[in-house]
């Protein structure tokens, strides 16, 4: 199957696409390992590098040297002995975008939603060793009995997206907003504003919003949480991803002049207390370093360059982009809608790299390839690398626990009431 390292590699000695078209690498560093970036204070190489990560974020301590210069061969075969021995005690999830070196070794493999309820559907695990990124460890531990112990393999697999919204920014927002509408609830009894959070945020804020009425939604559910919180609340604060929120919003009907965005670095997010009276979702300023990416002049190129072309893109993607392609939706509604195709297609797919890759090395009867013609996958998801697997699972059969992620009690307590709201909220069929 094909991987990000190997497409690097073919990028490198052919200097063409999977489509064909001219490509390249976004940094030449993707070809270097993981663990030579561990300890420093970035999101690595990818999409996310000129990103600005916070002084706090976790850094990941020495992976031992037998991990990293073990072969690819040696360490595929030391997470599966370790993986027979642990049996099910041992859980590994794993998310669409990780490289697949790692989903072959996970025994469950989904979006945040898909992932969020398997931590919840594994009691016999004694572990969860979580292939994604902090944040969706910190949802598992939050999901998962309290005996259970949640593992991230590489701490500095984080997100600079959820790292665009912290709590202190988003406590000040909420006292602004607060004094701006007051507290009262109208005639309908609906509260003046509504707290949503993308699950692509810190327990903290998903505990912010448990403690506001607020909700947690994922790209699967978007527009049913948006809809909940609609019955709730006059307006809707929505949290930290702008494009998801506005896409969502726009396709519920909601007018793009109701939905003013909020820079958290300028009072009253840069607006006048009337321009905020009637809005309807306030934005947030952040966004996916991936899906920026993606561009409506490439899903033009790739119409002009295959007649018939089906275009799929996530939502986090910009509006525009949206709204060019014939279709948006979660990792899981790109997979399957190439898994329903029943006829050879050709997919332009705006989404993660790694995703793209193994779609098209899964439906070879279809036509598969990324609109972004440059390789720059996920940087923080790209951290999860076999040598890190390999070490957390041997040191569990040595009955050692590394990288544990733990969200403290009080936080976890608010947090999972806007979980369980948003596991509620079933995505539209």
Known sequence: MTSVDTTIRLIRTTG??????????????????????????????????GDVIPAGAPRQGALPEEYRTASAEELHARIRAAKRTLGDRVVILGHFYQRDEIVQHADFLGDSFQLANAAQTVPDAEAIVFCGVHFMAETADILARPEQRVILPNLAAGCSMADMADADSVEECWEQLEALYGTESDAAGRVPVIPVTYMNSSAALKAFCGRHGGIVCTSSNAETVLEWAFERGQRVLFFPDQHLGRNTAKKLGVPLERMPMWDPRRPLGGHAGDALLDARVILWHGFCSVHKRFTVAQIEQARAEHPGVRVIVHPECPMAVVDAADEAGSTDHIRRAVAAASEPTTFAIGTEINMVNRLAAEFPQHEIFCLDPVVCPCSTMYRIHPGYLAWVLEALVRGETPNVIAVPDAVAAEARIALERMLDAKPRA
Request: charged letters at 20%; one cysteine or more; proline letters at 12%.
């Open 16 to 49: 063409r696409d999977a489509a064909g078209r001219p490509a390249e690498a976004c940094s030449p560093a993707l070809a270097r390992a993981p663990w030579e970036f561990d300890g420093v204070l970035q999101y690595g190489p990818g999409s996310s590098m």
